[in-house]
């Protein structure tokens, strides 16, 4: 049982480009969550996906944008990089149907570098 | 706004020389309050999950209790093994159906043989 996957493990980027990171859910779960985690430091909530619709988002601005895929798989885009977007990005699925415990479980990160 | 605050921020224990580390929340309406570990360059990995004050759970050498303000993680017997950051996140009724976590900063913690 392949557990949730993320896409591409590390990536260096300059001040200005854009970049695309992507995660595959576990398998059975529907929705997925985004955070951001910079160096020492929780995570920090970016926004989540269900039914590919945004359904929440923390206080990140419209920079950081998403898309959900009909295989509840996911992207995260941002745009116009600055020094301080350089952090793990983390990929967390859940299930949200009946029955569900509320449980994350994480892939192992995208870690974005910005120069 | 709801806080998480993890105490200490490093730890350095001996083999076999028991511990606590603690977790302070503010919550408006807890939800749950989670424990994950993470090792360097990876995801959190998931420990617990406690729902109500008085609660507690066991894993190996780890146990996790909760009351209305903290919860602490009990390390027993530790093993460098256990070296890892340890995560604390609460969830609040007022996540709505996106159900996010606030987590704390972490404790690094690191056992020497």
């Known amino acids: 049982d392949a557990g949730v996957t993320q896409s591409p493990t590390h990536l260096i980027k300059t001040r200005g480009q854009q970049v695309t990171l992507r995660c595959s859910p576990k398998?059975?779960?529907?929705?997925v969550s985004w955070y951001q985690q910079a160096l020492g430091q929780g995570p920090q909530f970016i926004f989540q996906?269900?039914?590919?619709?945004?359904?929440q988002r923390g206080n990140f601005p419209d920079r950081f944008s998403g898309h959900q895929f009909p295989n509840y798989s996911s992207e995260l885009n941002v745009n116009a990089l600055l020094l301080g977007d350089s952090a793990l990005y983390l990929c967390?699925?859940?299930?949200?149907?009946?029955?569900?415990?509320?449980?994350?479980?994480f892939g192992e990160g995208s870690r974005l570098t910005v120069l | 706004e709801d806080q998480v605050t993890q105490s200490p921020e490093a730890l350095r224990l001996q083999e076999g020389e028991s511990s606590s580390l603690n977790c302070s929340y503010t919550?408006?309406?807890?939800?749950?309050l989670f424990w994950y570990r993470q090792d360097p360059g990876k995801g959190p990995e998931f420990l617990f999950t406690l729902y109500s004050a008085g609660e507690e759970k066991e894993k190996e050498r780890l146990k996790a209790t909760l009351t209305k303000k903290e919860s602490f993680l009990h390390i027993t017997a530790p093993k460098p093994e256990d070296s890892a950051t340890y995560l604390c996140?609460?969830?609040?009724?007022?996540?709505?159906?996106?159900?996010?976590?606030?987590f704390g900063s972490g404790t690094q913690l690191t056992v020497l043989p």
């Open positions: 996906y269900y039914e590919e619709e945004e359904r």
């Open positions: 919550v408006s309406g807890l939800r749950g």
């Open positions: 398998s059975g779960h529907d929705t």
């Open positions: 967390a699925s859940s299930f949200s149907g009946r029955g569900n415990t509320g449980e994350l479980f």
């Open positions: 996140a609460v969830r609040a009724f007022s996540s709505g159906s996106a159900r996010q976590l606030t």
